[in-house]
């Protein structure tokens, strides 16, 4: 789940389960790209970004601390994986029950926002880097 956008340093950082597919699949390849739909404003965001995942570290322990007490703990402390299936009339809330959290943090260094805006009167699209901008077609 997206945590924090820090536009100076054009850096995203995400908070995941340790143990999600993803963890993984960006330790082996760093270079992602994130998809942002807003339905209010109308606005597709792509953001291609390189990747930095951590799953133990001072940084790692010191956001652990801060969210441990919160609601958002308990996704962090099921026994069972992201992605595993459920029996019949098992509730997934009903997991929490480990005492080592499954936290992990990516951090995201942005190297290029494509913005597309969809309108009825016409849509408008630029890329965006830390360099420069231009208008694209849509």
């Not at 956008?5 to 950082?13: C, H, N, P």
């Not at 990747?51 to 601390?65: A, C, I, K, N």
């Not at 849509?123 to 965006?128: F, G």
């Amino acid at each position: 789940m997206l945590r924090q956008a820090d536009v100076d340093a054009e850096k995203l950082q995400i908070y995941t389960d340790a143990r999600s597919c993803k963890v993984d699949e960006l330790q082996l390849q760093p270079n992602a790209m994130f998809v942002f739909w807003s339905t209010r404003l109308r606005w597709q965001l792509r953001i291609r970004v390189v990747t930095s995942v951590f799953t133990e570290g001072p940084e790692l322990e010191r956001l652990w601390q801060r969210i441990k007490q919160s609601a958002s703990a308990r996704d962090y402390l099921t026994s069972a994986a992201p992605g595993t299936p459920l029996a019949p009339n098992e509730n997934a809330m009903n997991q929490n029950d480990e005492t080592i959290p499954h936290f992990a943090l990516i951090n995201a260094s942005v190297l290029e926002i494509d913005w597309l805006e969809l309108s009825s009167s016409g849509h408008r699209r630029a890329r965006i880097t830390a360099d420069d901008w231009e208008w694209l077609t849509p």
